[in-house]
């Protein structure tokens, strides 16, 4: 379905953007407005359309698309690995005030949004807008591994043991408190489970039975039966799940990534597998990635790896160019950006 804005076709999203409460519409100090870039221009930035549903988006907001010039105080960046190249250009062009960057996660960026960090510049993320295929990305994952479906997908014989678990009523630990984590917990309402969620602030997420600080996450490890990874990748998170938490879950446990690769161990996580000291893990994302061929995680015992596909470009474009015009809405209006990102957090 499509709707015309200005003379411009707007396709809506299939999925709608999901925040946290710390996320949902941050003040950010009012920056000067004004003509806005999108970089890099190219059409194989890894998005339908490449640059033209987005350019559709801010001036569908009443924004003004320009070269990037001495003018120019807002920037569009696309590119996921050219974290180097973005700062060089925020270097070169100090009258910049507000940058959107493309995915929820900023970790790629993290050395640039230290480095280039300054009084009345604002980074904006799509923190949210992809929570919701991913959630559902998540779900798929634990259900096909608690019903065994990476064992039965591989076997080419009859294979008559009985295998594979319910997801009714079984305690669910849920590692962050953003929007992946919320559309989780509304997914899995049907099955009467009990979940705990671990974040970092206090706060008690809505729908959990439990929200824990991460200096308890130990404790929430001990009673799952899933453990969901949807946290922020850090300096401190860094290998949040390793041997030593790997071996507080039960035998029958199950890990579910869908967050970044570096969260977890992965020469721990072959250990816990191959030892039957879980039963099985499901990964969309690797450390490292792409996962190179002959890697010991492909052969683990239960296991279940997706190339980083919890969220596709067919699904995203569409809810990035959302967050691009209600970003330049507030951008011209001087209003509450949505998603703005903390440097110094590196979230």
Request: a negative charge; hydrophobic letters at 45%.
């Amino acid at each position: 379905m499509k709707i015309r804005q200005k003379d411009c076709v707007c396709e809506i999203p299939q999925h709608a953007a999901v925040l946290g409460d710390e996320h949902a519409a941050e003040l950010a100090p009012r920056v000067e407005s004004g003509p806005i870039a999108i970089l890099p221009e190219r059409r194989d930035n890894g998005t339908p359309g490449g640059t033209t549903v987005f350019l559709d988006a801010v001036e569908s907001a009443g924004g003004v698309v320009s070269e990037l010039n001495a003018e120019t105080r807002g920037l569009i960046w696309l590119s996921y690995k050219k974290s180097a190249e973005l700062g060089e250009v925020l270097d070169a062009n100090p009258q910049l005030t507000w940058v959107q960057l493309p995915w929820a996660g900023v970790d790629a960026y993290a050395d640039v949004l230290t480095r280039c960090a300054r009084p009345g510049l604002v980074f904006t993320s799509a923190k949210g807008s992809y929570a919701q295929p991913v959630a559902e990305h998540a779900l798929a994952m634990t259900l096909a591994l608690l019903r065994a479906l990476p064992r039965r997908a591989r076997a080419t014989s009859w294979d008559a043991v009985p295998r594979g678990i319910s997801l009714y009523r079984k305690n669910i630990t849920i590692i962050g408190a953003g929007g992946i984590a919320r559309e989780l917990i509304r997914l899995l309402e049907p099955f009467d489970v009990t979940i705990t969620v671990v974040r970092r602030s206090a706060g008690q997420v809505p729908g959990a039975f439990s929200t824990v600080t991460t200096d308890r996450l130990d404790k929430a490890l001990i009673s799952a039966d899933v453990v969901v990874i949807a946290a922020a990748l850090t300096g401190e998170t860094r290998h949040l799940i390793g041997a030593k938490e790997l071996a507080l879950m039960k035998k029958s446990a199950v890990v579910v990534n869908i967050a970044r690769g570096p969260l977890v161990d992965p020469d721990a996580l072959v250990v816990a597998l191959n030892a039957e000291k879980i039963s099985g893990a499901a990964l969309d994302v690797t450390e490292p990635e792409p996962l190179p061929d002959g890697h010991p995680l492909w052969t683990a015992e239960n296991i279940l790896i997706t190339p980083h596909m919890a969220d596709t470009p067919e699904m995203t474009a569409p809810l990035l160019a959302e967050r691009i015009r209600s970003n330049v809405t507030a951008f011209l209006a001087g209003e509450r950006f949505t998603g703005v990102v903390d440097p110094s957090a590196g979230y």
